[in-house]
């Protein structure tokens, strides 16, 4: 059963740093692309980043280019965001998804982790 | 970046209500569209694939159609445990979009 466990999220000040992770078992980890997703309150959901199997590639939504940066830990069958520089609108529940192969749509995702920023 | 628009935003059912989401994409995307349901407090689950694909233990009153720039969501009977927001989601460009839902409540 394939279980993705978000951690890292919390209360940060505009302007700060974020870490967050999330903990894969029970598929391949290594074998799929994975992403982060995030829903603000009461809002749709927005994609973020993705970062692809067995390579360095990274994708990231406009919104987010140049201050999120994606991450993977294959031996340790785990995801990262760092983000950076955040601001108010990225306030949100940010999910870990697995892509489905050869598709990017989101055949998994965890319970997700809300991060708010604020002052 | 393909745009997607779900109508209507809300839509208020009955038990056994024929239930139908449009999903209209900026441009065509082919059949490159995926539908999830998702629930207060819970993520998203994903129900159909590939405009029409229904994923493994969804049931079979759900089912999807459409191809191009228009997509739909069709529930043949809503069930209790239908009542929920939906969403689309276009995978045919790397920037991953999704419509901004459709809240199914009860009537």
């Known amino acids: 059963e394939v279980q993705l466990l978000e951690s890292g999220g919390g209360l940060v000040q505009p302007g700060g740093s974020l870490r967050l992770s999330c903990a894969a078992s029970?598929?391949?980890?290594?074998?799929?692309?994975m992403a982060w997703v995030r829903q603000a309150p009461g809002k749709e959901l927005e994609w973020v980043s993705s970062?692809?199997?067995?390579?360095?590639?990274?994708f990231y939504a406009d919104s987010v280019k140049g201050r999120f940066s994606i991450s993977r830990d294959d031996s340790k069958s785990t995801l990262f965001l760092q983000m950076n520089n955040l601001r108010a609108e990225d306030t949100a529940v940010y999910y870990c998804a697995v892509e489905a192969p050869n598709a990017v749509y989101f055949h998994s995702w965890g319970q997700g982790t809300l991060v708010t920023v604020s002052s | 970046d393909i745009q997607m628009t779900q109508s209507p935003s809300t839509l208020s059912a009955s038990v056994g209500d024929r239930v139908t989401i449009t999903c209209r994409a900026s441009?065509?995307?082919?059949?490159?569209l995926a539908w999830y349901q998702q629930k207060p407090g819970k993520p998203p689950k994903l129900l159909i694939s590939?405009?029409?694909t229904l994923e493994n233990g969804v049931p079979s009153r759900f089912s999807g159609s459409g191809s191009g720039a228009e997509f739909t969501l069709t529930i043949t009977s809503l069930q209790p445990d239908d009542f929920a927001s939906y969403y689309c989601q276009q995978y045919n460009s790397y920037s991953r979009t999704f419509g901004q839902g459709t809240k199914v409540e009860i009537k």
């Open positions: 441009q065509s995307i082919s059949t490159w």
């Open positions: 029970g598929f391949t980890v290594a074998s799929y692309t």
């Open positions: 970062i692809r199997a067995f390579g360095d590639n990274t």
């Open positions: 590939k405009a029409s």
